[in-house]
């Protein structure tokens, strides 16, 4: 078997009046997830759970996410998060910098049982 990425998508999150960098990152992922189906998994037999997830959020103060509570979002996997320095932080309602965006990359990777598919 080869591990292969089955797919990459991106999202983008905020918090619009509470300068909350996990929330943000959280609605992010979620966001990734609401462009994707994983319907390949059922299609090849192969258990949710065996795909290992690497997930990329972009933030202007990464050490402010939690980085459990982003992983916790996605149901199946092991779940890889890294946060870099990116993202957006705006005035809103409640003053200078309240609001933060996050950016978020999500890609999954299984192992694809020789001979049964092949992705190039």
Do not use: C, N
């Not at 998060?81 to 990116?86: A, C, K, L, W």
């Not at 809103?92 to 049964?116: C, L, W, Y």
Request: charge should be negative; charged fraction near 25%; proline fraction near 4%.
């Amino acid at each position: 078997m080869a591990e292969q990425r089955i797919i990459l998508e991106l999202g983008a999150g905020a918090d619009l009046h509470g300068r909350d960098y996990t929330k943000a990152a959280k609605r992010a992922v979620e966001d990734a997830m609401r462009h994707s189906s994983l319907s390949i998994m059922r299609e090849l037999a192969i258990d949710p759970a065996t795909m290992r997830v690497e997930i990329t959020i972009g933030v202007a103060e990464p050490d402010k996410v939690d980085k459990d509570a982003v992983a916790a979002v996605l149901p199946y996997g092991t779940k890889v998060v890294t946060v870099v320095h990116g993202g957006v932080t705006a005035d809103g309602m409640g003053g200078p910098g309240d609001t933060v965006i996050a950016a978020a990359g999500v890609s999954a990777f299984v192992d694809i049982p020789e001979g049964k598919w092949r992705l190039a």
